[in-house]
């Protein structure tokens, strides 16, 4: 009788054991998914502030057209993006084109002191901030999710379900470039 005690408690924990691991796991997903979430939503604000900020440049530097389309260009690629991944290629080549921007608007004194420029400037930096932060803690959840579903033991409890994910990275090289600005 008392090993069969023994017998049903260590089933019993291991069953405990088990649940906690698998619960830890989803926890991780979701949290991955949250944070992704909030990169969405800021990539969002971000998508909305472009066209305000576009149309003000355009009243000062009407001939600056290709580095304004190429602006348009990249936030409709974001926005039609349909995968995390492809947002996040597409949220890089954007990131490339406004600095190119705001390379040019150096070249405008009267546009950098426009007051409606200065504030949608300021926004979309602290957009641009909110976005980077949400990517760092993207790829934080990422790590940590990754490493419970391939770290032992909690790779059986994951088996096949949990697949692993991929974590926000720069994948066109030109981004990391500083923008050259030629008059």
Avoid at 24 to 40: E, F, L, P, S, Y
Avoid at 62 to 86: C, D, I, N
Avoid at 105 to 112: N, R, S
Avoid at 128 to 136: F, L, T
Wanted: hydrophobic share 40%.
């Amino acid at each position: 009788m008392p090993l069969a005690i023994v017998i049903i408690a260590i089933v019993v924990v291991l069953a405990l054991w088990f649940i906690s691991l698998y619960n830890g796991i989803v926890q991780k997903d979701n949290r991955c998914d949250n944070a992704w979430q909030t990169i969405d939503a800021q990539l969002q604000r971000r998508n909305d502030l472009i066209p305000n900020l576009v149309e003000t440049v355009k009243g000062y530097a009407s001939h600056e057209s290709k580095t304004l389309e190429a602006v348009t260009q990249a936030r409709s690629a974001v926005m039609s993006a349909t995968t995390p991944e492809g947002k996040m290629e597409a949220s890089n080549i954007l990131s490339g084109t406004l600095k190119s921007l705001f390379a040019v608007v150096e070249a405008y004194p009267d546009l950098k002191a426009n007051t409606n420029f200065q504030q949608l400037q300021a926004e979309l930096s602290e957009t641009e901030n909110k976005i980077a932060y949400a990517r760092q803690s993207f790829n934080d959840c990422v790590l940590e999710y990754n490493n419970a579903i391939e770290t032992f033991p909690g790779n059986i409890v994951a088996g096949s379900k949990f697949k692993t994910r991929q974590g926000f990275e720069v994948t066109d090289a030109s981004v990391r470039q500083a923008p050259q600005v030629k008059f």
